[in-house]
């Protein structure tokens, strides 16, 4: 069964000014298109094809380059966007605001330690909250299109929030300034989803 592209939970444009429709149409359409589509190809005719995305990063050779960039592309993106809403934003409830308070203190530390994580990646990659079985949470980052799932990677559990630092993921509406969109982020980060995550997977 072939991977396929997720349809987006809004419109293009639903999350402007942060995230505008240009950079939504290209970063969905053809960047996520392009993954979706090279992850196919990579796992076609192998005993890969039947495996959640899930298993084949847990389990993957990280000299596969390949299959490394294209299946944490695939995955990466599908969590993004469900990251994301247009009536995010505001603080997280519950079982993870607990969780999140005792492991950073307050949401206010919990912010700081994820938009440095976000901001000082170097070049391309991404910022995640992770979530340890036992409920722990953890900020981290990793380059490219690893992620928290793959092994070896130096930050691990379960992804729950994933920011995407590329530059196309960002440029076309702040050029060179990555702290901006990382701020706009915040506005529309999809608590819901990233508690009904934690849940899932503490
Ligand atoms: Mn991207």
Same mark, same amino acid.
């Given at each position: 069964m072939a991977f396929?592209? *997720?349809?987006? *939970?809004?419109?293009?444009?639903?999350?402007? *000014?942060?995230?505008? $429709? @240009?950079?939504?149409?290209?970063?969905? #359409?053809?960047?996520? +298109? #392009? %993954?979706?589509? @090279?992850? @196919?190809?990579?796992?076609a005719n192998s005993d890969l094809e039947? $495996?959640?995305?899930?298993?084949?990063? $847990? !389990?993957?050779?990280? +000299? @596969?380059?390949?299959?490394r960039n294209n299946g944490g592309g695939y995955f990466n993106h599908c969590l993004f966007w469900e990251s994301m809403s247009p009536n995010g934003g505001g603080l997280p409830t519950g079982k993870l605001l607990d969780a999140i308070s005792s492991c950073f203190g307050s949401f206010d530390s919990f912010k700081a330690s994820f938009s440095k994580a976000a901001a000082t990646r170097f070049g391309s990659g991404w910022a995640w909250l992770c979530v340890h079985p036992g409920g722990k949470v953890e900020v981290c980052s990793s380059p490219n299109q690893d992620n928290p799932l793959m092994p070896g990677i130096g930050c691990g559990g379960y992804p729950i929030?994933?920011?995407?630092v590329?530059?196309?993921? %960002?440029?076309?509406?702040?050029?060179?300034?990555? *702290?901006? %969109?990382?701020?706009?982020?915040?506005?529309?980060? !999809?608590?819901? +989803?990233v508690s009904r995550l934690y849940n899932l997977n503490l």
């Open positions: 396929s592209l *997720p349809t987006l *939970p809004y419109s293009n444009d639903a999350l402007e *000014p942060h995230i505008d $429709k @240009n950079t939504m149409e290209i970063h969905h #359409g053809k960047h996520h +298109n #392009g %993954y979706t589509t @090279n992850l @196919n190809a990579s796992v039947d $495996k959640s995305i899930e298993e084949i990063l $847990k !389990n993957i050779d990280m +000299n @596969n380059a390949a299959l929030l994933g920011l995407d590329w530059e196309h993921a %960002y440029y076309l509406n702040y050029q060179n300034r990555r *702290p901006d %969109y990382i701020s706009g982020f915040f506005n529309i980060i !999809n608590w819901d +989803n």
